[in-house]
């Protein structure tokens, strides 16, 4: 790499007797005036960095674990060539550990009077908001001796959004679902279904469901069907208090809960019902409400994208008169919260019944797969004390479980990568039995 500056004329003197020269620069120019004449012309024929005109274009939102392109188009106003080393900083989780020198940094060159794009490929780390900072830009001048810096402002913002992972289960569950609206109607009417139609009765049919009437009009035995209602209302809320900012394996409990929110909302969207969005702690970080079918899913990636943990308590009485308000009529209400003893004890089930008395409530929790491989641990004393205190954690949840459900909750306690599909599944129950 070409020296600049004052450490290019050092290096050119370093062979030189010592005492011959001063290190002033008054001394270095009395020395060597032909090097110091060819570094004043190297540095006057380097291109000015301020004149030049940065703009942005590309990417404005990826989905994380994917690759965003921002293209940085540089144009060069003056009569010099620009040859020139640039930096387009951005925060450090914009790309994978070890590899932002070699993904932020390039060289260009633009003729006079021209423009060249240069590509910044990010790959972030992290869900939010990442924007650039600023441009900095060494122009060199033809012998390599002597740089112009410099550094400009161009603002852009990459949204990267939740990944959605467990997308990959939604087939399965929509092939369920159309099972169960209209390809196979449920025999017993339940307290979320409506009259679909008569067929002739087969053995194995509830005897409840048989249509008196209808058979007495026609020589078969007739049984009522029925199918699922539509345009339901389901509420998901999302715990952003402390509890979801523990960490499961490589990422917090909030992403998980997102994760499983979205596969139930992509389903529950095309079951015909309406979906809704409150995130909460202290107060409502987030609300989406109102949304048709084809804009829900971006809208709830959108509003999620930039939710974070807060490190507070979550308000559970705050929590239930928001839900309240958004919820006006009967609804599924989706609590993805913590199953923690103390949380739920002191803070939900006090004011449970609020919701009960009007809403079906499903709370859904992320639990811990490493629990469970302490539990089977064996082999030493310090396995054994893992696997008691597994084995405890374990017990406290169930137990905590066991008391939502006879509050009339339905709890679904699941590991990161089977929260969603489980969540799914119970809510294809809720269907099936009418509950909904």
């Given at each position: 790499?070409?020296?600049?500056?004052?450490?290019?004329?050092?290096?050119?003197?370093?062979?030189?007797?010592?005492?011959?020269?001063?290190?002033?620069?008054?001394?270095?120019?009395?020395?060597?005036?032909?090097?110091?004449?060819?570094?004043?012309?190297?540095?006057?024929?380097?291109?000015?960095?301020?004149?030049?005109?940065?703009?942005?274009?590309?990417?404005?939102?990826?989905?994380?674990?994917?690759?965003?392109?921002?293209?940085?188009?540089?144009?060069?106003?003056?009569?010099?060539?620009?040859?020139?080393?640039?930096?387009?900083?951005?925060?450090?989780?914009?790309?994978?550990?070890?590899?932002?020198?070699?993904?932020?940094?390039?060289?260009?060159?633009v003729p006079a009077g021209e423009r060249r794009r240069i590509?910044?490929?990010?790959?972030?780390?992290?869900?939010?908001?990442?924007?650039?900072?600023?441009?900095?830009?060494?122009?060199?001048?033809?012998?390599?001796?002597?740089?112009?810096?410099?550094?400009?402002?161009?603002?852009?913002?990459?949204?990267?959004?939740?990944?959605?992972?467990?997308?990959?289960?939604?087939?399965?569950?929509?092939?369920?679902?159309?099972?169960?609206?209209?390809?196979?109607?449920?025999?017993?009417?339940?307290?979320?279904?409506?009259?679909?139609?008569?067929?002739?009765?087969?053995?194995?049919?509830?005897?409840?469901?048989?249509?008196?009437?209808?058979?007495?009009?026609?020589?078969?035995?007739?049984?009522?069907?029925?199918?699922?209602?539509?345009?339901?209302?389901?509420?998901?809320?999302?715990?952003?208090?402390?509890?979801?900012?523990?960490?499961?394996?490589?990422?917090?409990?909030?992403?998980?809960?997102?994760?499983?929110?979205?596969?139930?909302?992509?389903?529950?969207?095309?079951?015909?019902?309406?979906?809704?969005?409150?995130?909460?702690?202290?107060?409502?970080?987030?609300?989406?409400?109102?949304?048709?079918?084809?804009?829900?899913?971006?809208?709830?990636?959108?509003?999620?994208?930039?939710?974070?943990?807060?490190?507070?308590?979550?308000?559970?009485?705050g929590l239930t008169a928001t839900a309240l308000r958004t919820?006006?009529?009967?609804?599924?209400?989706?609590?993805?919260?913590?199953?923690?003893?103390?949380?739920?004890?002191?803070?939900?089930?006090?004011?449970?019944?609020?919701?009960?008395?009007?809403?079906?409530?499903?709370?859904?929790?992320?639990?811990?797969?490493?629990?469970?491989?302490?539990?089977?641990?064996?082999?030493?004393?310090?396995?054994?004390?893992?696997?008691?205190?597994?084995?405890?954690?374990?017990?406290?949840?169930?137990?905590?479980?066991?008391?939502?459900?006879?509050?009339?909750?339905?709890?679904?306690?699941?590991?990161?990568?089977?929260?969603?599909?489980?969540?799914?599944?119970?809510?294809?129950?809720?269907?099936?039995?009418?509950?909904l």
């Amino acid at each position: 790499m070409a020296l600049t500056g004052r450490a290019a004329l050092l290096a050119a003197l370093g062979s030189l007797p010592v005492g011959i020269w001063d290190p002033s620069w008054t001394g270095i120019l009395a020395v060597n005036a032909p090097l110091a004449v060819a570094c004043a012309c190297d540095f006057a024929l380097a291109a000015p960095v301020r004149r030049l005109g940065l703009t942005r274009s590309g990417d404005t939102n990826v989905r994380l674990g994917e690759t965003a392109d921002v293209t940085l188009t540089v144009t060069n106003p003056s009569r010099r060539p620009l040859r020139a080393r640039l930096r387009d900083a951005w925060p450090p989780s914009s790309w994978q550990p070890g590899t932002e020198v070699e993904a932020s940094r390039h060289r260009v060159t633009v003729p006079a009077g021209e423009r060249r794009r240069i590509t910044t490929r990010l790959h972030p780390t992290r869900r939010g908001d990442r924007q650039a900072d600023r441009v900095t830009i060494r122009s060199y001048g033809p012998l390599g001796l002597f740089a112009r810096q410099g550094s400009h402002k161009v603002p852009w913002t990459v949204r990267v959004l939740p990944p959605f992972t467990s997308r990959k289960h939604l087939p399965s569950k929509l092939a369920r679902l159309r099972e169960l609206d209209g390809r196979t109607s449920v025999l017993i009417r339940g307290e979320g279904t409506e009259f679909d139609s008569l067929r002739e009765y087969v053995p194995g049919d509830d005897t409840r469901s048989i249509d008196w009437r209808a058979t007495a009009r026609q020589s078969a035995v007739a049984v009522r069907t029925w199918r699922p209602e539509r345009d339901r209302h389901i509420l998901l809320v999302l715990d952003t208090g402390r509890t979801a900012a523990g960490r499961v394996g490589d990422a917090p409990r909030l992403d998980a809960s997102m994760d499983a929110a979205l596969l139930l909302a992509a389903l529950a969207s095309r079951a015909g019902d309406r979906v809704d969005l409150l995130a909460y702690d202290r107060r409502a970080r987030a609300v989406v409400q109102g949304r048709t079918v084809r804009d829900l899913l971006p809208s709830l990636v959108n509003a999620m994208a930039t939710l974070e943990p807060e490190l507070v308590e979550l308000d559970a009485r705050g929590l239930t008169a928001t839900a309240l308000r958004t919820a006006p009529r009967r609804s599924l209400i989706v609590l993805l919260t913590s199953l923690d003893a103390a949380p739920v004890e002191e803070g939900l089930l006090p004011v449970l019944s609020q919701l009960t008395q009007r809403h079906t409530v499903l709370v859904a929790s992320v639990a811990d797969p490493y629990i469970a491989r302490m539990a089977t641990a064996r082999g030493n004393t310090d396995a054994v004390y893992e696997a008691a205190a597994a084995a405890q954690a374990q017990n406290e949840r169930h137990r905590t479980a066991e008391q939502l459900r006879r509050h009339g909750v339905t709890v679904v306690d699941e590991t990161p990568d089977e929260l969603a599909p489980a969540l799914a599944d119970a809510y294809l129950a809720l269907k099936t039995a009418g509950r909904l």
